[in-house]
């Protein structure tokens, strides 16, 4: 049984946006997006801390945007969408303090979600 719940995700076209919302359980330290296609490895997108610091995978730097509210929930603002963009879409989080080089590695979270679909077609 999946511990995060996410929400948001649906189909869109390509230049188009989307919002991920993940609810938390409790308070996690550190949060994390994760997206995944069949027959590839799950990917590490996009990671925030309780301190607001981020990382990204270059491949979304400048089109997505992830934040925390303090209230038990992370998202992931989506925008400029490309068909590329298409997968399964995982969050993830961890309450172990970790150098921000490893935080968007699948291996380093042990909460996750049951995910959530994102197309990305015309």
């Known amino acids: 049984q999946a511990e995060l719940e996410e929400s948001g995700g649906g189909s869109v076209q390509p230049g188009g946006s989307l919002r991920l919302s993940c609810a938390l359980p409790r308070y996690i330290y550190r949060m994390a997006w994760f997206r995944q296609t069949p027959g590839q490895e799950r990917e590490g997108v996009a990671s925030?801390?309780?301190?607001?610091?981020t990382t990204y995978a270059d491949s979304v730097k400048g089109r997505f945007t992830i934040s925390q509210d303090n209230t038990k929930a992370f998202y992931l603002q989506m925008n400029n969408l490309k068909p590329e963009d298409t997968g399964m879409y995982y969050c993830?989080?961890?309450?172990?303090?970790?150098?921000?080089?490893?935080?968007?590695?699948?291996?380093?979270?042990?909460?996750w979600g049951q995910g959530t679909q994102v197309t990305v077609s015309s």
């Open positions: 993830a989080a961890d309450s172990q303090w970790i150098p921000l080089d490893r935080r968007l590695a699948q291996s380093e979270y042990r909460s």
């Open positions: 925030i801390d309780h301190n607001r610091a």
